[in-house]
C-alpha cells in the first residue's frame, strides 16, 4: 500500500510499504477514507534531524473497517469508524479516570510498530477500546467535521474543559490553528460568553468569529497583551487556552490571564524551559493541559456534529489526494492551508 513517511525536516514522500495485516486477535484493519494533518506534524517538519529510515506519519483517521480479530466485539468488517489519536484498551484504571492518553496497554500511532494515518490502511491495536463507531455511510457529507473527533475538536474541547470553562468564566484563545479554533468552538459550547482570540490571520481569526470568538486580537507580545487586558478592565481572562506550544505563546498566556485563573495548554510544548516562579505563584494561577484523552470525549461530541449543532469541520479549507500529502504538509507550513484534509 502506499503511505506517508518523513525523513527529515522539510523532506516527507510517500511510499509503497507491506499491506498492514492482522496481528493480534484484538487488531483491526481500517481502510482510511479519509485522514488529515495535524498543525503537530509540522513540528518534525521543522526539525526532525534526517534518517534513513524515516518514520510514518499521521495520527488522524476515519475509515472502513476491513478485517477484525477474532476477539474484537465492538466493531466489523464493514463498519464506519474513527479513530483518536492514541489507542488504548479503554478499560483500565486510567482510561476509566478519563485519561486514555495515559493507558496503561496503550500508545501512539506510528510507534511499536503501529503505523500511521497518514496511508491507505491501519492497523489499529485494542480495537474495542480504539475505534468508535460512526452512525453515517462512508459518503457522508458530515465526514470531515467527524474527522475532528480524532483530534482537534477533542484537543480544543480538552484546553476548555482543562481550564474549566463554563458560563461564568472569560476566555482567551491564543493561536488561531485549527486547534485554536475548536478551542473557541468548545469554550462556545460550554457556555463562555467572551471569548477573545489571538491570531494574526484574518482568514482564521473571521471563522474564529463565526464559532464563537467575541474579540479578536491580532497583536503579540506586550501589544497584545495589553489588548487583552482593555477588554478585561484589566484583569485579563480566568481561562487561557494556549493552542501553540512555542515559548512566545506560554509568555503570551502569563500575561492575560486573571489572577485565580488557569492556563490550558494543549499546544505541543517545544520548550523545556519556562517561568513558573512569581508570575504564576503570586496572583494563584493554574497551569494544566497536556495531549487530549479524545478517546472519552468521542461519545459527548459526536451528536453535537450529527444534529448539525457544530461544524468543526470548516477548518479544512483544502483537501488533496494521498500522493499530494507532500504538497499538503508545505501548504500548511507556509500558511497557504489552514488544515489539509487527505482523502486515499
Ligand atoms: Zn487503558
Given at each position: 500500500?502506499?503511505?506517508?513517511?518523513?525523513?527529515?525536516a522539510g523532506?516527507?514522500?510517500?511510499?509503497d510499504v507491506?499491506d498492514?495485516?492482522?496481528q493480534q486477535?484484538?487488531?483491526?484493519?481500517?481502510?482510511?477514507?479519509q485522514?488529515?494533518?495535524c498543525?503537530s506534524?509540522?513540528?518534525?517538519y521543522h526539525?526532525?534531524?534526517?534518517?534513513?529510515?524515516?518514520t510514518s506519519?499521521?495520527?488522524?483517521?476515519?475509515?472502513i473497517?476491513?478485517e477484525a480479530?477474532?476477539?474484537?466485539?465492538?466493531?466489523?468488517?464493514g463498519?464506519?469508524?474513527?479513530?483518536?489519536?492514541a489507542?488504548q484498551?479503554?478499560?483500565?484504571?486510567?482510561?476509566r479516570?478519563?485519561?486514555?492518553?495515559?493507558?496503561?496497554?496503550g500508545?501512539?500511532?506510528n510507534?511499536?510498530?503501529v503505523?500511521?494515518g497518514?496511508?491507505?490502511a491501519?492497523?489499529?491495536?485494542?480495537a474495542d477500546?480504539?475505534?468508535v463507531?460512526l452512525?453515517?455511510a462512508a459518503?457522508?457529507?458530515?465526514?470531515?467535521?467527524?474527522?475532528t473527533l480524532?483530534?482537534?475538536l477533542?484537543?480544543g474541547h480538552?484546553?476548555?474543559l482543562r481550564?474549566g470553562?463554563?458560563?461564568?468564566?472569560?476566555?482567551?484563545v491564543?493561536?488561531?490553528?485549527?486547534v485554536?479554533?475548536?478551542?473557541?468552538?468548545?469554550?462556545?459550547?460550554?457556555g463562555a460568553?467572551?471569548i477573545?482570540?489571538?491570531?494574526?490571520h484574518?482568514d482564521?481569526?473571521?471563522?474564529?468569529?463565526e464559532f464563537g470568538a467575541?474579540?479578536v486580537v491580532a497583536?503579540?507580545?506586550?501589544?497584545g497583551?495589553?489588548k487583552?487586558r482593555?477588554?478585561?478592565?484589566g484583569?485579563?481572562?480566568?481561562?487561557?487556552l494556549?493552542?501553540?506550544g512555542?515559548?512566545?505563546a506560554?509568555?503570551?498566556?502569563?500575561?492575560?490571564?486573571?489572577p485565580?485563573?488557569t492556563?490550558?495548554?494543549?499546544?505541543?510544548?517545544?520548550?523545556d524551559?519556562?517561568?513558573?516562579?512569581w508570575?504564576?505563584?503570586?496572583?494563584?494561577i493554574?497551569?494544566?493541559?497536556?495531549?487530549?484523552?479524545?478517546?472519552?470525549?468521542i461519545e459527548?461530541?459526536?451528536?453535537?456534529?450529527?444534529?448539525?449543532?457544530i461544524e468543526?469541520?470548516?477548518?479544512?479549507?483544502r483537501t488533496?489526494?494521498?500522493?499530494?500529502?507532500?504538497?499538503?504538509?508545505r501548504a500548511?507550513?507556509?500558511?497557504e492551508?489552514?488544515?489539509v484534509?487527505v482523502?486515499?
Open positions: 500500500m502506499r503511505a506517508t513517511f518523513m525523513y527529515g523532506d516527507v514522500r510517500v511510499i507491506p498492514p495485516t492482522l486477535p484484538t487488531d483491526a484493519l481500517v481502510r482510511v477514507v485522514t488529515c494533518i498543525g506534524d509540522l513540528h518534525p526539525g526532525m534531524p534526517a534518517t534513513a529510515k524515516g506519519m499521521g495520527h488522524e483517521f476515519l475509515g473497517v476491513e480479530g477474532s476477539d474484537v466485539s465492538t466493531v466489523k468488517a463498519d464506519v469508524v474513527v479513530a483518536p489519536f489507542w484498551d479503554n478499560t483500565c484504571d486510567y482510561c479516570e478519563g485519561l486514555q492518553t495515559s493507558c496503561r496497554n500508545g501512539f500511532w510507534s511499536s510498530g503505523g500511521g497518514q496511508a491507505e491501519v492497523r489499529v491495536p485494542l477500546g480504539t475505534l463507531k452512525p453515517v459518503d457522508s457529507a458530515l465526514l470531515a467535521s467527524l474527522l480524532s483530534d482537534v477533542g484537543t480538552h484546553a476548555a481550564a470553562v463554563d458560563p461564568r468564566t472569560t476566555v482567551t491564543i493561536g488561531d490553528g485549527a485554536g479554533l475548536l478551542a473557541v468552538l468548545s469554550a462556545k459550547r460550554l460568553e467572551q477573545i482570540l489571538m491570531g494574526r484574518k482564521r481569526t473571521d471563522l474564529g468569529r467575541t474579540d497583536e503579540r507580545g506586550p501589544e497583551i495589553a487583552v482593555e477588554l478585561t478592565r484583569d485579563g481572562t480566568h481561562a487561557v494556549e493552542c501553540v512555542h515559548l512566545p506560554y509568555g503570551q498566556a502569563l500575561g492575560v490571564v486573571r485565580g485563573g492556563i490550558s495548554r494543549v499546544g505541543v510544548p517545544q520548550y524551559d519556562a517561568h513558573i516562579g508570575n504564576l505563584f503570586g496572583p494563584n493554574t497551569l494544566t493541559g497536556g495531549p487530549a484523552p479524545v478517546r472519552n470525549y459527548e461530541l459526536m451528536p453535537d456534529i450529527l444534529d448539525g449543532k468543526p469541520g470548516r477548518v479544512f479549507d488533496i489526494s494521498l500522493e499530494d500529502t507532500p504538497d499538503g504538509y500548511m507550513d507556509q500558511r492551508a489552514l488544515k484534509l482523502q486515499p
